[in-house]
């Protein structure tokens, strides 16, 4: 689970970092047509970081829930056919 989360982070991280580099071009240049994604870059600065976090909290509601299921013995697993109608 920690290597998903890593990864998860680092992916974060990364897409975090080139939207306040698109976010900061697109304020700065001051263009009407790149209003729009000044806005949609703002807002997902918000929403990934969120969206990580509901990710990791589900993996480790996921983890909790392991419930381990016994192991049937291999004549068990099937029952008998019959050949009545």
Known sequence: MKKFQRIGAIAVIILLLSMYVV???????????????????????????????????????????KVQLPEKAPDEALPEETDQP
């Open 23 to 65: 976010c900061f071009i697109a304020a700065v240049s001051g263009s009407e047509k790149l209003q729009p994604l000044f806005r949609v870059t703002l807002g997902m600065t918000v929403a990934l970081p969120v969206l990580l976090y509901i990710f990791i909290l589900f993996l480790r509601l996921g983890e909790k829930n």
